[in-house]
């Protein structure tokens, strides 16, 4: 199966540790802050909405490169997952250059926010800073080994954004095809 061949992949493997113990770190630490935040009010309603929509955002985020990269990284089409043979500057990496790891940045203050607690926020916002650590500091030295037209392609491009054009963009490439 498709999981089986990816989890045999080390580097694969690595990363997904990394996401899940971000993303389950979240509500550790935000106990672990809130008992020290004891006087604490009620959740909040609004903080918690705000949270599921980074949550939502993140997942949509994270569909449209993983789908992107699919279609266009590959010289021939695939049913498996793997990582791109070339370079992905269309879609929504036409105006960014990391939108699935923003998306699983925003998920990890998604998870703290949706506590709905001052304590929640800030192990959401800490995930996310840690997330825009490794994108900026792993899987960008990453890519640029991979590949050296990397920087020539991309480098006009932020590493992410949240302009409404790049999603469009993205799901425009989407329902288009090549």
Known sequence: MVVNELMKNKD??????FWFFLW????????????????????L???????????????????IGGKT??????????ERIEAPEKVVDKGIYSCMRHPA????????????????????LLAGILAFMMSLIFM???????????????????????AFTLRPTCFIEGIRALTHGK
């Open 12 to 17: 694969f493997r690595t990363k997904m540790l």
């Open 24 to 43: 389950g770190g979240v509500p550790f630490l935000a106990s672990s802050i809130e008992y020290g935040v004891k006087n604490e009010k009620k959740p």
């Open 45 to 63: 309603v609004l903080m918690r909405l705000v949270g599921l929509k980074f949550i939502l955002l993140g997942i949509l985020l994270n569909a």
């Open 69 to 78: 990269l699919k279609q266009y990284g590959h010289f021939d089409v695939s």
């Open 101 to 120: 790891q923003f998306g699983s940045g925003l998920i990890g203050l998604g998870i703290g926010m949706l506590m709905g607690r001052l304590s929640g």
């Open 136 to 158: 900026l500091n792993v899987e960008e030295p990453e890519t640029m080994k991979r590949f050296p037209d990397y920087c020539q392609k991309m480098g006009d491009k932020p």
